[in-house]
């Protein structure tokens, strides 16, 4: 790749956006108001506002290795913070993938250097449902449901947060975990009962 092709697919993206509408960029420069945040893996495959079919301003986004939420991640945090307190988001998902390198690793045994701390969180997913995937014979299998699982638990990771949690209360938020087939380009809903998941637990994360 050419960093200059870079460039110039630039100007004619500009181009097309213009041809469309002529006032789009005074209005992309009016402010953003999402509806959705995104969270998902930052696999340079998987991107999120094309695979939605969204636009510019229409969804937050954040990426990281694996799409993982956890709580002493700042950056993170602050993503979820200033998109449910300040951009009143009505709607968060988080999106896997299948083919996600970042669970592939954390299933292997390899020390990964400075990847370790972040994979170890993958490996307590696996830990959690352990029994679950360990009656998985087939390698592939377990790998794709481990993924689905590790969205499960990163779901569960923002319904921890005192951020949704309120917005819960207050507008009805709403938490979705998905998954991108890779190979089809399809989106899955993995339609996960987080009020079974949590119903029995819930009473230890509860903040008023």
């Given at each position: 790749?050419?960093?200059?092709?870079?460039?110039?697919?630039?100007?004619?993206?500009?181009?097309?956006?213009?041809?469309?509408?002529?006032?789009?960029?005074?209005?992309?420069?009016?402010?953003?108001?999402?509806?959705?945040?995104?969270?998902?893996?930052?696999?340079?495959?998987?991107?999120?506002?094309?695979?939605?079919?969204?636009?510019?301003?229409?969804?937050?986004?954040?990426?990281?290795?694996?799409?993982?939420?956890?709580?002493?991640d700042l950056n993170a945090m602050s993503v979820v913070n200033y998109a449910v307190d300040h951009l009143n988001v009505n709607h968060i998902v988080v999106c896997g993938h299948y083919?996600?390198?970042g669970v592939k690793a954390a299933m292997q045994s390899a020390d990964l250097g400075i990847l370790n701390p972040w994979l170890r969180n993958i490996r307590d997913v696996y830990r959690?449902?352990?029994?679950?995937?360990?009656?998985?014979?087939?390698?592939?299998?377990?790998?794709?449901?481990?993924?689905?699982?590790?969205?499960?638990?990163?779901?569960?990771?923002?319904?921890?947060?005192?951020?949704?949690?309120?917005?819960?209360?207050?507008?009805?938020?709403?938490?979705?975990?998905?998954?991108?087939?890779?190979?089809?380009?399809?989106?899955?809903?993995?339609?996960?009962?987080?009020?079974?998941?949590?119903?029995?637990?819930?009473?230890?994360?509860?903040?008023?």
């Amino acid at each position: 790749m050419q960093i200059d092709n870079v460039f110039k697919n630039n100007e004619n993206w500009i181009k097309e956006k213009l041809a469309i509408s002529p006032d789009f960029f005074d209005e992309l420069g009016k402010g953003q108001n999402p509806e959705l945040l995104y969270i998902g893996c930052s696999d340079s495959r998987v991107t999120a506002e094309d695979l939605m079919g969204m636009g510019p301003g229409e969804v937050f986004v954040h990426r990281n290795i694996a799409n993982m939420v956890i709580s002493i991640d700042l950056n993170a945090m602050s993503v979820v913070n200033y998109a449910v307190d300040h951009l009143n988001v009505n709607h968060i998902v988080v999106c896997g993938h299948y083919g996600c390198g970042g669970v592939k690793a954390a299933m292997q045994s390899a020390d990964l250097g400075i990847l370790n701390p972040w994979l170890r969180n993958i490996r307590d997913v696996y830990r959690i449902h352990k029994d679950e995937l360990k009656d998985i014979k087939d390698e592939n299998e377990k790998y794709d449901r481990l993924v689905e699982l590790n969205v499960q638990e990163q779901c569960v990771n923002l319904i921890k947060t005192a951020a949704v949690q309120k917005a819960y209360r207050d507008r009805n938020l709403k938490v979705y975990g998905w998954v991108f087939d890779i190979h089809t380009g399809k989106l899955i809903d993995l339609k996960i009962d987080f009020e079974g998941i949590l119903h029995n637990i819930m009473e230890i994360y509860h903040l008023d």
